[in-house]
């Protein structure tokens, strides 16, 4: 069982930046893959960007070059640096840990006022 505590989201303006942090439980951290999903109202949960336990990173084509993703595996942490925000970029943000089967947080929101 992994445990994901998200922290923080926020309300930033348009332009603005936001650091959303996910600290999880175990003692095998670095070797999960990591990951940030978000959900709009009315949408689905769609990916935001991915780590790898070997520092590989991937991202949703709406995001990159705003948003870096990173990982401290001495605190246990993943990290979104979300740059350059956007109205659409309004969502409940969700940390993901997949070691097989895939553990979520209970979600931050990120509101990006226009």
């Known amino acids: 069982q992994v445990q994901l505590v998200e922290s923080g989201g926020g309300l930033v303006q348009a332009g603005g930046s936001l650091r959303l942090s996910c600290a999880a439980s175990?003692?095998?951290?670095?070797?999960?893959?990591m990951g940030w999903y978000r959900q709009a109202p009315g949408n689905q949960r769609e990916l935001v960007a991915t780590i790898t336990s070997g520092g590989d990173t991937m991202y949703a084509d709406s995001v990159k070059g705003r948003f870096t993703i990173s990982r401290d595996n001495a605190k246990n942490t993943v990290y979104l640096q979300m740059n350059s925000l956007k109205f659409e970029d309004t969502a409940v943000y969700y940390c993901l840990a997949r070691v097989g089967h895939d553990y979520w947080g209970q979600g931050t929101q990120v509101t990006v006022s226009s």
């Open positions: 175990g003692s095998m951290f670095r070797t999960y893959t």
